[in-house]
Structure formats: structure tokens, C-alpha cells
């Protein structure tokens, strides 16, 4: 708490602490401190915690989070943020899942997960469900026994990352600073040939971009890197941009622009992104891949995707053809990701 405190330096700032354990037990949610300046009353509340109940590996999160939005009062001027700790998925039957992080988009709350312990829990639907890379022809256990082709099956932004020979994960914060320090550094390995994503002098690099509604820290991040997008421009590399959502939106997936070598194309198709649409918390993520690697790369250039997003991707086509173009062209992902969902 007083670490938040000293971070925010002259901001006000409260905090507030709900516990949750499961249906069945004593009780599945509780509020143990309203928001609050006093920290005293948040270090009670925390060493009155008391590890107990629960018996399933699923655990009452979707109540905890939509509790935690519809009891707390949160200040409307005021950044809002969740922090959800947690060793285990929500329950995947759980109705009130669809739609919830569009919800907290909407009251303007972020949800930051911190997830404890190392278990592998498939079929959940938050950022702690860790679906594990299934191996062979794509198939796999979603944590009911249904194969991997479901609408509720998804994968996690962790699981793909690793599942690619060449893959790095960068955990973001939702503001636009850490997206932009992200990018920068990303690209001026590869410039400086110091990157794992690829070796080659000359890199091709296409950004692929979750512009959902609570992608708009990341929209306003793109929009301020015409430095490092010109300095990697210039060192002869050529850059691309794709634009997904999901399906049921405006569009699924587009390209806003092919690779050039122009940094105002660049900047421009940066400015087209705007965070609107989604509604379900798995946007559609193998779509925004495969429209990359659609593109037309130049055969003997480093291929790089620069995946930006906050969400988990359903395990929907073209998924298999994915990782298979992965394999194939040795092509490296970053992935950013938001410490939400």
C-alpha cells in the first residue's frame, strides 16, 4: 500500500480489498474494506484473510470480479484499477463470464491478474486458465475432454508465445509509456542485430494489433512512435501493420497497411486504429495472425510479428495453419500483453 502510495506520488489514492472463494463454501465473495486513504484499515483487512474452503480447482472469479465492479464505489474521475490474485480459471460454465471484460471496459477499470503458483489449468476464462500448446494435429484437452476446436476453448497469449520456436513475451502495463518502451526496445535489438526473433540484417516486421475497446492505451502508444518506427525504417527494414477484432464486429481482421518503407504510411495506419468492438474477453487472434502471414515478405528478410493485445485467442481456424507458418518460415512473435485478462 505504500509502495502504490509512493508510485503515485501527489495522486490521492484508495484502496479497497474483496476476498472470494467458491459456491458452496461460507460464503463466495465478501467486501473485507471499502475504498478507503486509511492504509492501516487495508493491512487489517488483508492479515484477516484466512486460506479455506474451495475443494474444485475452479474458483467464483467472475463473481468476484463483477462483485468487486457492481458493490465498490468507485470515484468516476479516477483511474480504476482491479487486482485480481489468483492461483485458479474461473468455472467455464459460468454465464456471467461473456461480456465481463467489455463490462469493465466500459466503467473504465482495468483488471490486472497476478497469477500464483505453477499449475496448468485448461477451460477456464481468465488470465490464470493457462491453456497449455497442444502437440501433433491440433487437437487437445480444454479442460471438459472437448477437443480443441470449441467456442469456449481458448489459448493464452503465454502459451503462444512459447508454442513459437522464435517467441518472446513482454508483459505491459495499460499505459502508453510501457507499450512504447516495449516496441522501442524490440525494434532497436533487431536494427542492432541483438534480437532471438531474428538474425538476418534486413527484417521484415508486421505489427498485428487487438484494437477491441480496452486497446486504447495501446492505439494512443502506436500513435507516438514515429522515432523508433523512422530509425528502423531507415536501417533499410520495412514494416506492416494488421488491425483485428472479433467476430460479430465491424470486421475480424484487416490489413491497414502492406509493408513499406515509408514511416508516414506507417504512422498513418497507426492512426486509423480505434479500440471499439469485442464484447466476450477471446477476441479473435489467430485471424489477426493469419492476415499477416498473408502478407507479401520478401523471401530472404528476418520475418518478425509484433502481436499486441490483451486477451486470450479462441481456439477457432486458422489456428493450426498458424503455427504451421511459424514452423515453416522460422518467422519470430513478440508478444505484448497487457497485465489484464
Do not use: Q
Request: glycine share 12%; charged share 25%; proline share 3%.
Amino acid at each position: 500500500s505504500h509502495d502504490i502510495a509512493d508510485s503515485s506520488r501527489a495522486a490521492k489514492v484508495r484502496l479497497a480489498v474483496m476476498e472470494y472463494k467458491d459456491e458452496g463454501d461460507e460464503y463466495v465473495t465478501k467486501v473485507r474494506a471499502r475504498f478507503t486513504t486509511k492504509f492501516d484499515k487495508i493491512r487489517s483487512a488483508l492479515t484477516s484473510l484466512v486460506a479455506s474452503g474451495g475443494g474444485d480447482i475452479p474458483e467464483a472469479v467472475v463473481a468476484a470480479v463483477r462483485g468487486a465492479l457492481d458493490e465498490l464505489e468507485w470515484d468516476p474521475d479516477a483511474a480504476k484499477t482491479i487486482i485480481l490474485i489468483a492461483d485458479a480459471p474461473s468455472h467455464a460454465d459460468d454465464p456471467g463470464r461473456r461480456g465481463l471484460g467489455a463490462l469493465a471496459a466500459k466503467r473504465g477499470v482495468a483488471i490486472d491478474t497476478v497469477i500464483v503458483g505453477t499449475g496448468t489449468y485448461a477451460g477456464g476464462y481468465d488470465a490464470s486458465a493457462v491453456s497449455a500448446m497442444p502437440s501433433g494435429d491440433g487437437g487437445g484437452d480444454d479442460g471438459d475432454g472437448s477437443s480443441g476446436s470449441g467456442d469456449d476453448a481458448v489459448d493464452n497469449l503465454d502459451a503462444i508465445a512459447k508454442a513459437v520456436g522464435h517467441g518472446e513475451l513482454f508483459d505491459a502495463t495499460r499505459d502508453a509509456k510501457s507499450y512504447r518502451s516495449h516496441v522501442t526496445r524490440i525494434l532497436a535489438d533487431l536494427r542492432a542485430g541483438a534480437s532471438s526473433l531474428s538474425s538476418a540484417k534486413s527484417s521484415d516486421v508486421a505489427f498485428v494489433v487487438d484494437t477491441t475497446g480496452s486497446m486504447g492505451s495501446a492505439c494512443s502508444a502506436l500513435n507516438e512512435m514515429s522515432g523508433p518506427i523512422g530509425a528502423f525504417i531507415d536501417a533499410g527494414n520495412r514494416i506492416a501493420v494488421v488491425n483485428y477484432k472479433d467476430k460479430g464486429d465491424e470486421f475480424v481482421s484487416r490489413t491497414e497497411v502492406g509493408f513499406t518503407k515509408s514511416t508516414d504510411d506507417v504512422m498513418a495506419a497507426f492512426r486509423r486504429l480505434e479500440a471499439s468492438g469485442g464484447g466476450d474477453l477471446p477476441e479473435s487472434v489467430y485471424a489477426g495472425l493469419w492476415e499477416a502471414a498473408g502478407l507479401s515478405w520478401r523471401p530472404k528478410a528476418g520475418r518478425v510479428i509484433i502481436l499486441i493485445a490483451d486477451a486470450e485467442a479462441h481456439r477457432w481456424p486458422p489456428r493450426d495453419k498458424v503455427y504451421k507458418w511459424f514452423e515453416d518460415t522460422g518467422a519470430g512473435l513478440a508478444v505484448i500483453k497487457t497485465g489484464s485478462w
